[in-house]
């Protein structure tokens, strides 16, 4: 079950090239992306409603995409143009076409009634082609659902145990310190001080220097996450009273990054890392996403396997604990949504 | 759904050696063939009926077929003749013997009832060991079920597209000409004019020089295309009237294509291309079936790309467009065919 | 459906090193089996109750197993003893704990109800680890239902065709000698003279020598093979009026051999090959294991493709022949202790 009237990120701008047409699966839907002359890109079903062959092996001809097929011609709207060998197009040969906004150096589809498409409802990725940003980009194929991802983003205690050698710099601070969190439009703001952990290695601070950082994160619906690290020296906690800090950090990081349902059993998984260019070189901005890139494959591994063991249980029940917290409001904001949707469908099949 | 009460082609006769069992499955059904000594081809079921080891892994012994799993020994009838530790060999010990023909290079199996395998209903292959022609040989094996290949056959506008660099030489004629199609003995014939085509390149023919071609096939239950092309100087198509033509051509080129189901979701191409040795030499030939295997293989990425698109679609709707008045008709004709063999179960069923 | 109030063996001893958990999946369930400080090896769930992360991707502490993914830390018995960030740990909070007992160099695993898992009923290997004994070890994964396996061993005829260029050594002797079967506790008891065989080639007999082999062996419930072959020369079954030889062989060999399911579709086999230090040197020993491997990989080639035949037949029946005596003797006697361990089950059931 998905969210449909939502904007999801169908890649960096950098995956979709002038003249080709890129394949895509959003939510069990094949969809082709390709841009137009004037460089917006166009999303259309993937599936030539002639004879269903993909549109993706097709060839852009000015706005429009022709079917390399048997020939039909589509107009950016889904609109077909024209069918050779034949002189009139009825207006029932069309393919679906989704709203498309490209911000943030991502493509995003709206998957759901193109009349509900609001760019507003976008959420704004950090730093993104900020000149004053380092950033490096990414992105990691799953085969696991997407909600074992969100849950994953949502439960950062993990950091100790998955990541202990590449973001959890062997400490406790993670699974020790206790989030708060809150309900915001359509996401959760998660925030807390993560106390007294070793400075990363790929800095230039002082050996054994020990830090106190304010983490605070929104996860928007459908699984958006928005992280913005700020690092102090070690007692800014106590300092603040544990709470948000007000004074300038050491250095800020941030990362955004965006779960794409491919379908039920798959998933795709786009991650920016962006470091301060007053603070570090373009180096320590690689370095440390090398080490992101590390942790980003020990949290696939587990995933997989976890979702390996879901799927291979017949009746899967997962016991609570106190870590669940966020994840479970995620879970419940999820499913608010879905039924919103629906609702006006339940209400037509009822009449 | 299968027609059963038809010759398939299970392959060339190359691929069936003297002293090695062959594996095949058709229509679903795992079927084992051999030669005797004399030649003759063998086709059993491949499956032993003591505890169905398939007896492709088997062991031909005279004009028998041994299983080398516990030694049962099977007759071309497919009657058990011996089995290891046993006196008596019950009469029920047997496998399902299937008819085979050898003919114009090609062993076909008849997969229905065998009392009705008549092998005057074997399609003639066009030019297959003649002398005259010079003759290439191949086969692909498709991730689709076959019905896709047979629509694929019977609507040659494709070329312009999907064979724009091979087989269409860039130009719109096949999107453009408008075959004849009429019905004949369990199938179709279906002719047309392919006007101001350029030569193609392998031949000896002067630079720029266009050609108007005359194409007929014959496209015979359940999937045999067998097609003449006969090319003469531009002009040539209007001169006769756009009717079939009577002049001598200034060559012809022949091809027999054969569509085998392995099951609903696989299918064997098999595929011959000839060309007059009064007009070509055997460099050339190979030249031509150069750029028929390209074209092949660009048939197999569409209509493979396609299935998978099908596949995924749940309740899968397609658009008529003219071009498909053949395949159309084709799929009426295997329908009436099928139905026509299942009768006879109705009414016993009804009973 | 298997037999649960077994024991099976989950591998060689040498399988299971000190400081990394090893996943298993036996009878269709996850299990993580790993060595405590003391060498004891414990087998649990594999399948973390807080999110069902595998714990085989966990580490351990002492004698315990922490998952890796959120940190919950669980002791031999199955009882979570830890979950970070929270200071009460529920007594539901457990996985299923495994009676395991590690015997003749392979690690046993009962997979029934604990209470029931009493050693005694573990089948006692033949020479393992037995100093007078050369002993070599090996395993191989099967994709194919564990009775396929069984029957095959089951039934020593196929020897003489699966076999004939390795175990059988071209002889009919396998396919003609007729066992005496006879039924013992869990299991049955199968003997016979095979006669007038060659020496194997990797003994120093005298070229063309031929021998009689006693060959008796235990086949035990779920599946367990341990033969013990006597080698006479030639006229040896007739002076003994085919009876159990009591004079001294020549020389023995020994084999235990066991059948694990992974599920329903996979399996594993475990398997030694023993030889008399007072008879072989070393590398006859290692040279008689060459051709007891080509021989079991002979018997998957086999078995695999029996098993995809019958897994691509609608309703598989299999005609009975004299040589499957043993095996259905087997079938049934498995039959009986799966009816009889689901007794209690079913009588609560119609309570």
Known sequence: ?????????????????????????????????????????????????????????????????????????????????????????????????????????????????????????????????????????????????????NDNLLDLAHLSYVHENTLGRNSMSWANSKPQVSRIERGLRISRWVVNNPAPKYLDQPQGMMTDMWTSYDYMAAGVFLLRTRSYAAGAAAASGMQAPTAEPLWTTLTSQAVTPIDERHTVYYYSGCLDKGFASEEQSKAQFVIFERAFAEDKAMIEAQQQVIWGTPEPRMLGTSSDHALNQFRRLMAELIDAEQLPAKAEAAE
């Open 1 to 149: 079950m998905f969210l449909r009237n939502c904007w999801y990120v169908a890649g960096w701008s950098h995956h979709f090239p002038e003249d080709a047409p890129v394949a895509r699966t959003m939510l069990g839907e094949p969809i082709v992306l390709y841009r137009k002359p004037d460089g917006a890109v166009v999303a259309l079903e993937d599936r030539c409603c002639h004879r269903l062959a993909p549109l993706s092996k097709g060839r852009r001809e000015g706005d429009d995409l022709r079917c390399m097929y048997h020939g039909l011609k589509f107009a950016p709207s889904g609109q077909c143009v024209e069918i050779p060998g034949q002189s009139i197009v009825p207006p029932h040969a069309r393919v679906r076409a989704y709203p498309v906004v490209e911000q943030d150096r991502w493509v995003w589809v709206w998957m759901g009634e193109s009349a509900l498409a609001d760019p507003a409802l976008i959420p704004a990725a950090l730093g993104h082609g900020d000149p004053g940003w380092w950033m490096q980009t990414g992105h990691l194929a799953y085969e696991a659902n997407f909600q074992l991802i």
